[in-house]
């Protein structure tokens, strides 16, 4: 995305072409409205970065089929000058050709995207404060499907190329209209440079004083003519001007002015040709940025400065014109920005009363009334440069450094500023206040942009200020940097056969016009094709699993915030579904589905006991509601923009996480699911109520601390890597690290068999997780509740003769047969004894005999004791360790 520098953000306005109404397509569904069509296939122009062109921004769809383009622009264009003065701007021979070597870098860059200008005049060739050229409106015949979905031409027929004149014009929401003509090639742009030269050339315009049939006769009958330039300056009476050229720029314009196109030269052609050899060698050629994922070396020309406070010495320099266009429109939407009230202002969009609006009806007789055709609804090229003074009036505390921050461990995330305590108050507000907050926002886009332009050596400093949050600009780059995403993934990502027909095509193309359609952009044509490849891409590169219905929801958020990028969507993707879905996408996921459901019942009762009970009593099972949350991680159930809030700090976290997160959603609904029943739940359940999803992730971060690592232990889960996530900080480490990324010990949890997991209703936890947790309880306050209490206390039910060989230090002894009796029958409540004090801390029953720990436990969940787990493997497996206390004998 290039700089902002002295250019200027502009908005303009057309109308696609409405469609007939009550109309379905093929499949059964509604067309889709041509707005949606122009909307998709605009994206790829914002891509497009050359220093010849505007770069496009941003669009947004309005009322009544309205689009609004944004897009770098810049006061002074080539039409500027007024028929029949002199020289304008020093137009001299050379200054010609130098515009023309500068407009035909821009097509030739076209040209390699797949574009074609079409539109191209000298109003739409813009110059910079330097003089250069920046062609503008270089996108309109690609977003418009070559014209197919606008009821206007694009170009202007004074400029159009005689090929194009003969196909005539089209009309799409014309019912009687023919074909769509092909569309027009390079060489038709070249035609156009050609008028477009000569008029500077003969400083008057071309066919300006004639009606439009007129211009188009004239300019058909030039086929007949040897030379057309002659021609053309006999017709417009300035021979004279035009034979006091010099040779090279007379020749240009004749080679661009051949009529027929085959005879024309391209863009690219014309750039090497001799013409231009004096004025190439001035010219550095154009090198495409690299990008963060790939093989280039990004830092390979980086030059710093010996002194970084060099670089905001002066006060008065503007650091917001170094920013990207993109950013500076991002934030100047946040400050107050409204397309529609800039274009309403100066009077581009009108509005009328309903009753002005009225279409016309014809009697019997023919007599028509009513009024013609509204005026508004055709194109209107003016661009309305929107004004940046209310966002730098917004930014105007912002002090130079907060422009260049510090990347060092040690110093603020949020740099220093006259307004440093009001950003540091900011922190504390609601995610939503913070993400339309301009000076906070600013202030975070920047740090993200240079972490993640030193990723991946800054990794860790990435995860670190995401915990913060995640600026929603800069997301889909910080996902993939959370997601570990590095190499030439576009490399990966081609070498996939994305075209062969396979079986699961089928599917896929029934899934995708279901999935998050509401969203304009994934609703497009151009969305369904891009989820269509990256979907097909991950099956065919994953032959050893399936694709299940709800994959198309995965790829929902990727694809959105990657919409340029499907290499990247498709990483992140393949990086996503190991880490969180491990085997769900087998052919036969029964077993590794179960497993997980059963854990999440475990998660329910280790966290809220009562809810779990009432649950479990009326027979609503996680069966019943949870398989598309945990197969979709809660895309299917939760809209886009709620699916980034909650991923941004599912991303933080390991394979657990999602636990919580199920949780913390069962947790806002306690109220109304504990007063309800089996039916009410499912109602309940079929149309989810409205979650607060920070409120969600708050809360699921600390059910996600509270957790001991091995609690959520699965043995279908993803096999152990080299080291383990600590998102969340040290404070929660013991409580956070994925166990399934922890080597294997003596100590270690066991597997059990899907039967045994079942019919336990408590977690087990480890002998290491009980160790590394009991020593916390001592040494570290960190690892204590807010009063200096521990967090967990060890219940050992042995016999007090067994009790006093060896227990663990600082447990505490309920023997199990001072409880049940030898029937196995409740003799007398423990939670109503000395366990009543440690409500609240997490409880580790200790046995001989795993079926004793699993009746005791069962029972302190059945009175609603939370956090009770249970030690794997029992009392034995401390044996070997040397840790367990035998007390001192009293003397």
Known sequence: MKLLKDAQLGASTFFASPLPHDVCGSNGLPLTPNSIKILGRFQILKTITHPRLCQYVDISRGKHERLIVVAEHYASNLGDFKQGQTVWFGFSPEKVLQIAYEVLEGLEFMNKQGLVHRALSTQNVLLDCKGNVNLAKFGLYHMTDHGADVDFPIGYPSYLAPEVIAQGSFHPSDPSHDEAPLPSGPKSDVWS??????????????????????????????????????VLAEEHGCLDIIKELPENVLELLKKCLTFLPSKRPTPAGLLGDPLFHGISCLYTPFQKPVSLFSSSLRCANLQLPDDIADLCKDENDDYLSERGIDEVYHLWCLAGGDLEKELTNKEIIRSKPPVCTLPNFVLEDGESFGQGRDRSFLLDDTTVTLSLCQLRNRLKDVAGEAYFPLLEDQQSGLPQSNSSNELSATVMLPLIIRERDTEYQLIRIILFDRLLKAYPYKKNLVCKEARVDIPPLVRGLAWAALLGIEGDIQAKYDSIDKDTPIPTDRQIEVDIPRCHQYDELLSSPEGHIK??????????????????QGLDSLCAPFLYLNFNNEALAYACMSAFIPKYLYNFFLKDNSHVIQEYLTVFSQMIAFHDPELSNHLNEIGFIPD???????????????????????????????????????????????????????????????????????????????????TPKSATYRQHAQPPKASADDSFGKAATYFSSDYQDMAKTDLSREPLALADLKAEFSPRISAEDLIDLCELSVAGPSKRNKGGKPKIIAVDIRSMEDFSRGHVSGSVNVPFNSVFNSDG??????????????????????????????????????????RVCILDGGISRLNPTGLLTVPSPQI
């Open 825 to 866: 029958e409740l003799v007398q409540c423990p939670a109503s004894g000395v366990l009543q004090n440690y409500r609240g801390r997490v409880i580790v029953i200790i046995s001989h005999a795993v079926k004793s720990a699993v009746m005791f436990a069962a029972h302190l969940v059945k009175v609603n004791m939370s």
């Open 193 to 230: 440079l050609g008028i477009l030269l000569f008029e500077l050339c003969a400083r008057r315009r071309l066919l300006q004083n004639i009606e439009i049939s007129e211009k188009l006769k004239f300019i058909l009958t030039l086929g007949c003519m040897d030379d057309i330039v002659t």
């Open 624 to 706: 019943l509601y949870a398989i598309p949350w945990f197969l979709t991680m809660f895309t299917h159930v939760f809209p886009l923009h709620k699916i980034f809030h909650l991923w941004d700090t599912l991303l933080l976290g390991n394979s657990s996480f999602p636990f919580c997160i199920g949780v913390a959603i069962l947790q806002q609904l306690r109220d109304r699911l504990l007063a309800n029943g089996f039916n009410e739940c499912i109602l309940l359940f079929s149309d989810l109520p409205e979650i607060d999803i920070e409120r969600c992730v708050r809360e699921s971060i600390n059910l996600f601390c509270w």
């Open 531 to 548: 989820f269509r490849r990256v979907l097909k891409a991950w099956v065919v590169s994953h032959p050893d699993l399936v694709y299940w």
